[in-house]
Structure formats: structure tokens, C-alpha cells
């Protein structure tokens, strides 16, 4: 049941004007989209097709979560799109200097569209179902910080609304309400850039191997894994075998945006961008140091520094692949140039 999102004078059905109440309105259109760090690196969404209410446990590096459904089932990762969606919204208007705010008003039509659905009668009904499963789904994890061990739960959403027009007619509007971990990750901009053909995707068993390449890849030349480590992250519920199965009929395909996959012996992935650029002498240009990227985000304020990574490489490759001897301080000198000049 969808819970009331119409109290403190707003009337069900309208917007605030921009910049008051405590509410956003997702007007930005073809937002980048972007995904948030934490359910990229960890299997929060169920990879099922149909109702999934296992209880999932999941434990890697000292991180222990428990992902808990609702009679509904828990929220999968096509469910995920929904997030997505509100994630891409609030990074843009940030960047582009707007207030926002952990509560959404969205048109079903717009999410519908930027994320390659249908927009059917049946697409709305399955929207319905989809902030049903986030609501419901519970997430209990624990978190270090400061010396002690600090173990909390949380819903995905927090709540959601939907307008309709009346006697049956679709849904007008869609409000919903980030919850506040979710929320937090957006504001310190723990998020990475996706390619718009994630939406193309339509097993989930690929979104989920293409938002682990895009997190540990990212920008690198390469990023090699175990079969058994990846099947763990996935948080696929296959036997070992299968997996394997469904991870060389991936090889086979080839259908992730960017990345490339390849078996290798010891029982190894190894992921690879599908477009980097090759000198012919001196090979990729050399990566940088995760601290270089760091330095570049305090630089450009907001900037996506995988997409500034990239921009750079390609001004390299044009320049003719000079060899460098300082890879870091130039990319933070071309850094430095494109912010006084932005």
C-alpha cells in the first residue's frame, strides 16, 4: 500500500516551486545516469525473475549484510532502475547548483523512457509492483567508523505515492522518498557513471557482472577475477557450475557496454575496455592513481572523474601517444586548465 505523501498543505498531484519545501521535482532531461558505490559492490537486489523471499546473507572483507523481503518478494534489479532514475536526477541538479532533496516527484512517463521501458498499461502496473518490492525489502549491515562496530537497518525507500487520473486512468505522477543512507550517498557523491545501454540489458544476471566491471574496472585497461569470488559478489543463487555456464555464454556474446570478457586459466575473468585506445608504440596510456583521481574531484567540484579520465585520453591519443614521463601531474595540468576554463 502506498503511503501518503500529501501532508504539511500539499495538495495530491502538485508540484512545489523550485527550491522550496522539502521536496525535488525531476525535471532534467537526459540526465547521465548514475548508480550508487555501495549496491554496486555489493549483491543488495535479487537476480530472479519471479517472486524471490529468500533471506540473503552475505558476508566479504569484514562487511556482513542481510538483505530481508517483504511479502512482496525482495526488489530486484530491474527494481533497481527506479533508483537509478532519482539518482541521475539529484547528481545533475547538484552539479548544475540546485537545492534537492531526499523526496521526489517524478513523472512515470519520464522514468519509464530513460530507462528503455515500455510504456504500456502493464509497464505502469509493473512500476506499481516495483516500489512495492524497494519499500518492502530490508537491509541490515554493519558499518565501522570510529573504532566500533555499528550495525543498522533500512528500507531502500522510504515511501512512495502515486497520482492517477481518475476512474482507472494511468499514473499522472509518482512521489517517492529516498531512504536516508541512500540519500547520504548522493550527497558525498559516492556514485559512478553508467552507460545508457545498461537499459538495454535485459538479464539481470548481465546488469549485475556489468556494474561489478564498471566498478572495479572503471576506467582501467583491465580487471581480472575469480569464478568463485564473482559468483559470490553477484549474488546469483546458482550452483558454481551453472554460473560458469551462464558466464562463458556471456564470453560468447559479448553484450556488456564497454567492457569485454575473457576466460583465463585458474578459473579467472578477466574484464577489458572494448574501446581503449592503443598508441602503436607505447601501448594505453598509463593509469593513474586512484589518490590522482581524488585530487581531480577537488579540482572540479562535481565533475564525473571517469568521464574527465577519458576526455583526457582521448586528447592524448589525438596529440599523437607522446610517451609520459608523468602521467598524474599531466592529467591534474589538463585538469587544472579545463576548470579555468569552464
Known amino acids: 500500500m502506498a503511503t501518503g505523501l500529501t501532508g504539511g498543505g500539499l495538495t495530491a498531484g ?13 525535471d532534467i532531461f537526459d540526465a547521465i545516469p548514475k548508480n550508487d558505490l555501495a549496491s554496486m559492490e555489493h549483491p543488495l537486489f535479487s537476480l530472479g525473475t519471479r517472486p524471490d523471499r529468500r533471506i540473503l546473507s552475505y558476508e566479504h572483507n569484514g562487511t556482513e549484510i542481510t538483505v530481508t523481503p517483504s511479502v512482496k518478494g525482495l526488489a530486484t534489479i530491474h527494481d533497481k532502475d527506479i533508483l537509478i532514475f532519482c539518482i541521475s536526477q539529484l547528481m545533475a541538479a547538484l552539479n548544475a547548483g540546485r537545492q534537492v532533496s531526499r523526496t521526489l516527484h517524478l513523472k512515470a512517463h519520464d522514468l519509464l523512457v ?17 516500489f512495492e518490492r524497494l519499500a ?38 509518482v ?13 558525498s557523491k559516492s556514485v559512478l557513471t553508467l552507460s545508457r545501454d545498461y537499459f538495454r540489458l535485459r538479464k539481470p544476471l548481465e546488469r549485475r557482472i556489468y556494474e561489478l566491471a564498471r566498478k572495479h ?11 568463485e569470488t564473482l559468483l559470490k559478489k553477484s549474488g546469483s ?14 564470453i560468447a556474446a559479448q553484450p556488456l557496454p564497454d567492457y569485454a570478457m575473457e576466460e583465463l586459466p585458474g578459473d579467472l ?9 592503443v598508441s602503436g608504440v607505447g601501448g594505453m596510456a598509463p593509469s593513474l592513481k586512484p589518490e590522482t583521481l581524488d585530487a581531480a574531484r577537488d579540482l572540479m567540484p562535481g565533475a564525473d572523474v571517469y ?18 614521463r608523468q602521467a598524474d601531474a599531466a592529467f591534474l595540468g589538463w585538469v587544472k586548465k579545463r576548470a579555468r576554463d569552464s
Open 307 to 324: 568521464a574527465l579520465e577519458a576526455d583526457w585520453r582521448a586528447m592524448w591519443a589525438r596529440s599523437g601517444s607522446p610517451r609520459l
Open 217 to 227: 574496472c572503471g576506467r582501467q585497461a583491465s580487471w581480472q577475477i575469480s569464478v
Open 175 to 187: 512521489a517517492v522518498t529516498l531512504s536516508d543512507w541512500l540519500y547520504r550517498a548522493v550527497l
Open 114 to 130: 530513460a530507462t528503455n521501458r515500455e510504456t504500456s498499461g502493464d509497464a505502469y502496473r509493473r512500476l506499481r509492483e516495483a
Open 269 to 277: 575473468i578477466r574484464f577489458s575496455q572494448k574501446h581503449a585506445v
Open 14 to 26: 502538485t508540484y512545489p516551486p523550485e527550491g522550496q519545501g522539502d521536496f525535488f521535482l525531476c
Open 237 to 250: 543463487a546458482s550452483p558454481r557450475r551453472v554460473f560458469r555456464k551462464m558466464v562463458r555464454d556471456m
Open 136 to 173: 518492502g525489502t530490508r537491509i541490515t549491515t554493519n558499518i565501522m567508523t570510529g573504532g566500533q562496530e555499528v550495525t543498522s537497518g533500512f528500507g531502500l525507500i522510504e515511501r512512495w505515492e502515486i497520482v492517477r487520473k481518475a476512474r482507472g486512468g494511468r499514473m499522472v505522477s
